[in-house]
């Protein structure tokens, strides 16, 4: 048991004003945006604006995913799923990951089936 003062504050999404990257929309698990291994610099995300990618892994292929670039004190987190299974839900994922400024960080999914697998990642 104990006793604590609760401090309850509304603020605007400082995140709004981001401008869209290249890949937009890519908002959810419908406009995925299909990727295929490289570097892709300058993207954005926030709060209200996920960036979805999907990915196809051939069979016992592993596949990672790395952020940097990120202030000090910045933390974003990745989340894989297949998008034929309640993608979106953060329930069923395959993996997690995140990723914290300024060190980065990121995930990795192998594809442990016969056949190809298609992933959908949301940052």
Known sequence: CT???LTVALAPDPCQ????????PNDDCATATPLVPGNFAGLSAGIA?????SLTLAPSEVVSFGVVGLAAGE????YAW?????CGDPNPT???GYAEGPAGGGMYLANTTTTPRTIVVQI
């Open 17 to 24: 004003a981001l401008p869209p990257d290249a890949f937009e």
């Open 3 to 5: 006793t604590y003062d």
């Open 49 to 53: 604006d996920l960036d979805h990618f």
């Open 75 to 78: 933390r974003v987190h990745l």
């Open 94 to 96: 395959f993996t997690s």
């Open 82 to 86: 297949d998008p034929n299974v309640a």
